[in-house]
């Protein structure tokens, strides 16, 4: 019997693929290391005061679709980045939490989309305000090496990325080339 082949994964951004700079860490004990880490809520939450202050630049949480955005929302200042989990195509909780991150919260960091980054999300991760995006599905992966993001032509609703100038009905709106 063949042992099942685990997906590559690799970090996209609307700049193209990069080197990812961040780990998953399960708790503080890899603060002691060099690099950056990325950190479940509750271990973050429950560090120091002082411990994440001075790590700040080091640190971000993984929030999954459960977890409270609230928890995090006066401590925004103190992170780089934001990750948001999508462990199933049909949770759309994440998506929620990415919109108030901007608009309520004008979090400024990068923000992350992990798990389930289908061909057909993509383009509406886009327009939340998501800028970096970890992509294992293979369909996905082969149109981002060729330059395809995919979407719709016109846009319904308005989002984090403004709508340039147009039409003042939002069923007339044009994407953005």
Do not use: C
């Amino acid at each position: 019997m063949t042992e099942p082949t685990i997906p590559e994964t690799r970090l996209w951004t609307p700049t193209g693929f990069r080197e990812d700079d961040w780990a998953y860490a399960e708790n503080a004990d890899a603060l002691s290391g060099n690099g950056r880490f990325i950190l479940p809520l509750q271990a973050f939450l429950d560090l120091e005061p002082e411990v994440r202050r001075s790590a700040k630049e080091r640190l971000g949480v993984v929030l999954q679709p459960g977890d409270q955005l609230e928890k995090i929302a006066d401590l925004l200042d103190q992170l780089p980045l934001v990750t948001l989990a999508f462990p199933a195509f049909n949770d759309g909780r994440s998506f929620s939490k990415g919109e108030l991150l901007r608009s309520r919260y004008d979090f400024e960091g990068a923000m992350r989309a992990t798990g389930q980054v289908l061909v057909d999300q993509l383009p509406h991760m886009l327009r939340l305000g998501f800028d970096e995006f970890e992509i294992s599905n293979p369909v996905l992966l082969k149109r981002l090496e060729e330059g395809r993001t995919g979407g719709l032509g016109l846009y319904y609703q308005p989002a984090a990325v403004p709508e340039p100038k147009g039409p003042k009905y939002s069923w007339r709106r044009l994407r953005n080339s």
